[in-house]
């Protein structure tokens, strides 16, 4: 279940949407946020992500690689604390240059609020019969399941 929180790289603005609880950051295929190519300097378990309600802590998991939050270096021994906004750097030291793509810098930030979350005002003072409508849109399955798909064969009894 995603949180609401999520992560947009500097350059690309690519998202990365994060979840409730634990988000283990590296190269490792066993990370939930993997970095693979291109992106450089970043340790099979880099860093973690930990998403509470509305605070996320970072707790970094190597010394080796370093990183920063709004281009202060994170000692390694103890979580910080992230608002939204913070620049989170992976790998390499903060610069005002131009972020290249391959270079792990991204942005926290919170999603606005879903449909659900709203409420609904007519100018004219009458919200009676508003927020009582539901607004999401009809689902439609476009590819039917497997089950349903598949070819019927034809059994036939031998003789």
């Given amino acids: 279940m995603t949180s609401g929180w999520y992560l947009e790289h500097v350059a690309t603005g690519e998202k990365i949407f994060l979840h409730y609880g634990d988000n283990v950051m590296g190269s490792s295929p066993f990370c939930k946020i993997i970095f693979c190519a291109p992106f450089k300097n970043i340790a099979r378990k880099h860093a973690n992500l930990i998403i509470n309600d509305d605070q996320v802590k970072l707790k970094p998991l190597t010394d080796l690689n370093e990183i920063f939050i709004d281009d202060?270096?994170?000692?390694?021994?103890?979580e910080s604390p992230l608002t939204e906004g913070s620049v989170i750097t992976?790998?390499?030291?903060?610069s005002s240059l131009v972020v290249p793509g391959n270079r792990a810098v991204f942005?926290?930030?919170?999603m606005g609020p879903c449909v659900d979350e709203m409420d609904l005002v007519s100018e004219d003072g009458d919200s009676q019969n508003l927020?009582?409508?539901?607004?999401?849109?009809?689902?439609?399955?476009?590819?039917?399941?497997?089950?349903?798909?598949?070819?019927?064969?034809?059994v036939r009894k031998r003789k």
Avoid: C
């Fill in 90 to 94: 992976l790998g390499i030291k903060p």
């Fill in 72 to 78: 202060t270096r994170v000692d390694n021994s103890s």
């Fill in 107 to 110: 942005t926290l930030k919170k």
């Fill in 131 to 154: 927020n009582k409508t539901p607004l999401r849109r009809s689902l439609r399955v476009r590819n039917p399941p497997l089950r349903y798909r598949s070819p019927k064969f034809l």
